[in-house]
């Protein structure tokens, strides 16, 4: 086993590396010691063939994600090594493997996200002539973004309105721009550098179209954006590699010019308090602490986005303004509206967590009271006039067929965990009530048995097993 081990660890030097072993994550040697100190666990040893013990330390596995995101918030890359069989059917060694990578950018632990804020992973390419793509991503909600800048202070400004926790790039960018990289680190944000083949023209091109499904550049807007789409299309090949996951609610990447916001400097937008304060580096005190009376965690992101990137355009400002002219002058609708997004869960994290294979019952549960509000949306929104509120109506599907699915199969009252069972509803699947009953029935039918097969055999003390 502990060759294994070794073996998996050269793959990832560069990670700690939290090993399964039945109901606990073990770290060995120096990432025992490293997370031994960092999250003050005890350190002990194991016995592995050499002279000396492994210094070895372990968290349960049922409360990975707590241990998980103290140390990616302290900057470490953890690979997460799981059993891919189960042992009691394994002949030999539990085979193992790496399943996911988590870094401050890719965390998905959405008890240690904030809320009303996106968590960013920003990517680079530095094109050796002072022009810059960049793309941004948030795998907790699938938003997806790609740009392109010219000028290291504009790159500065664009990073600034979007706060990543995590930033890569290629390797020029870290040669002509040390100092910059220091200052990123220096605020806590994880910086690494990519291989060059993640920005090679045809694996970024063949990566976006084969994510997209789609046949061009053109139908992803990306035909004109040439550091953009190398930026963008490395930074979801990282996505894919480290997550070992489909990202299958990733579905839309959003070219855009910068031009088309208003142009804030990181300066001006610090000291205008615009998402926290100067000094304390609070939401509260803040112009979004005054704004923010949304309802939902989407909507709290949505609004800190249209803060830290204003409109330029004329034509789609009036249009906003008309909007929340109609809603203002609405109340009755607009109450009414706000009930109904009372019950809406956060469904770009729901969906994220139901991509990613890791959704508990009470997640379904959530997610179906969540599509229980969106006809009532529509509806309300259709009967406006505003021709902005009219699109969100007409893009807006109320998801019947897949709430009325969730109705029949899932149980009102499911547990926290799968294992737990009871999650489907009875009367949905003859094969499960079958099995349902085989369990609960099980030990009368076995007591009825023994008392038939006693009075037929007159073996008064029979037993049946």
Known sequence: MMKEYLKTKEEYPDCILFYRLGDFYEMFFEDAKTVSRELELTLTGKSCGKEERAPMCGVPFHSVDIYLSRLVEKGYKVAICEQLEDPKQAKGLVKRGVIRIVTPGTNIDTASLEEGKNNYICCIYDNGNGGYGVAFADISTGENRVTEVDGIHKLWDEMGKYSPSEVS???????????????????????????????????????????????????????????????????????????????????????????SYCLIDSSSFRNLELVETMREKEKRGSLIWVLDKTKTAMGARKLRSLIERPLLDIHRINARLDAVEELSSHMMDREEVREYLSLVYDLERLLMRISYGSANPRDLLAFRTSLSSLPGIKSLLSSFQSSLLQELAAQLDPMEDLYSLLMEELDDDPPVSVHDGDIIRTGFSEEVDTLRRAKTEGKSWLADLEERERERTGIKNLKVK
């Open 169 to 259: 790039s290629n390797e020029a960018f870290l040669l002509a721009h040390p100092d910059m990289v220091e200052e990123l680190k220096a605020k806590g944000i994880f910086f690494s550098t990519l291989d060059s083949s993640y920005f090679l023209d045809a694996n970024a091109k063949k990566v976006l179209l084969d994510h997209f499904h789609v046949m061009s550049l053109e139908a992803l807007g990306l035909l004109d954006y040439k550091e953009g789409m190398l930026a963008a299309g490395a930074l979801l090949s990282y996505l894919l590699d480290t997550q070992k996951n489909g990202l299958s609610h990733m579905t839309t990447i959003h070219p855009y010019i910068t031009g």
